[in-house]
């Protein structure tokens, strides 16, 4: 019997082409194995951080070890801050949780108001990312304007604060009790376009973002702090879904 030349071709793709899915799918596994669903950073050492616009330094604070992450920027003038991307990160969804204390610098400006925080889903170097901080001194002011401020929600580079509370007051930002300089537990809840943060341990969210700006993406996960601030970062732990 003999067999047209054009059917033998066919066959094989035929027959290949479940081997070739079932090959795509394993290195499609493999490529999600490589990040760990839970990982840790007890932050007892600088090493593997990769500290824009600073440097970062291990110290002893309130008894415990941390990364103190110092700006090199100090222009009163200039929207400036650090940024200490943890190594080996590639967060979507998940949760993370930090510890960190803070408080303004001495010689700050007398409005500053310690602005330290995480960012997740950092891009582009550290050129974009989502950023979730608090203002250490606002939880405990006696102006009530100024605790609404306590926690605030941003997108760097093209959603700042400043903008977001321009256009939409009081959708980003919101109160919590705060301690300035004191440790405070950060948990971040991220699924898709969402994020939630609980503060010190809350059941409930202080703040809900119902629409991140770099939408349902994905990329490192960073300390972030102000110029001004003097920040300390403590145990951070990250679950990916």
């Given at each position: 019997?003999s067999?047209?030349?054009?059917?033998l071709?066919?066959?094989?793709?035929?027959?290949?082409?479940?081997?070739?899915?079932?090959?795509?799918?394993v290195?499609l596994?493999?490529?999600?194995?490589?990040?760990?669903a839970?990982?840790?950073f007890?932050?007892?050492s600088?090493?593997?951080?990769?500290?824009?616009?600073?440097?970062a330094?291990v110290?002893?604070y309130?008894?415990?070890?941390a990364?103190?992450?110092v700006?090199?920027h100090?222009?009163?003038e200039?929207?400036?801050?650090?940024?200490a991307?943890?190594?080996?990160?590639?967060f979507?969804?998940g949760?993370?949780?930090?510890?960190v204390?803070g408080?303004?610098?001495?010689?700050?400006p007398?409005?500053?108001?310690?602005f330290l925080?995480v960012?997740?889903?950092?891009?582009?170097?550290g050129?974009?990312?989502e950023n979730?901080?608090?203002?250490a001194?606002n939880?405990?002011?006696?102006?009530q304007?100024?605790r609404?401020?306590?926690?605030?929600?941003?997108?760097?580079?093209?959603f700042p604060?400043f903008?977001?509370?321009?256009?939409s007051?009081?959708?980003?930002?919101?109160?919590t009790?705060l301690?300035a300089?004191?440790?405070?537990k950060m948990k971040?809840v991220?699924?898709?376009?969402?994020?939630?943060?609980?503060?010190?341990?809350?059941?409930?969210?202080?703040?809900?973002?119902?629409?991140?700006?770099?939408?349902d993406?994905r990329?490192?996960i960073?300390?972030?702090?102000?110029?001004?601030t003097?920040a300390?970062?403590?145990?951070?732990?990250i679950?990916?879904?």
């Amino acid at each position: 019997m003999s067999i047209n030349r054009l059917q033998l071709p066919r066959n094989l793709l035929r027959c290949s082409l479940p081997l070739l899915l079932l090959i795509s799918a394993v290195c499609l596994l493999g490529q999600q194995a490589k990040q760990p669903a839970l990982a840790s950073f007890p932050l007892d050492s600088v090493k593997g951080l990769e500290v824009l616009n600073g440097k970062a330094e291990v110290v002893t604070y309130q008894g415990r070890q941390a990364v103190r992450l110092v700006a090199t920027h100090t222009d009163p003038e200039a929207d400036d801050s650090a940024l200490a991307i943890l190594p080996g990160t590639d967060f979507r969804d998940g949760t993370i949780e930090a510890e960190v204390a803070g408080s303004p610098r001495p010689g700050a400006p007398k409005g500053d108001r310690g602005f330290l925080g995480v960012a997740f889903r950092v891009q582009k170097g550290g050129g974009r990312f989502e950023n979730i901080y608090i203002r250490a001194t606002n939880g405990r002011a006696e102006d009530q304007i100024r605790r609404n401020h306590a926690v605030q929600y941003e997108s760097v580079p093209d959603f700042p604060w400043f903008r977001l509370r321009k256009e939409s007051p009081g959708v980003y930002e919101s109160y919590t009790d705060l301690e300035a300089g004191a440790w405070t537990k950060m948990k971040i809840v991220v699924s898709g376009t969402k994020a939630r943060l609980c503060v010190n341990g809350a059941d409930q969210p202080c703040l809900i973002v119902n629409d991140l700006k770099l939408g349902d993406s994905r990329g490192a996960i960073g300390l972030w702090a102000y110029w001004s601030t003097d920040a300390y970062f403590s145990k951070v732990t990250i679950h990916n879904n």
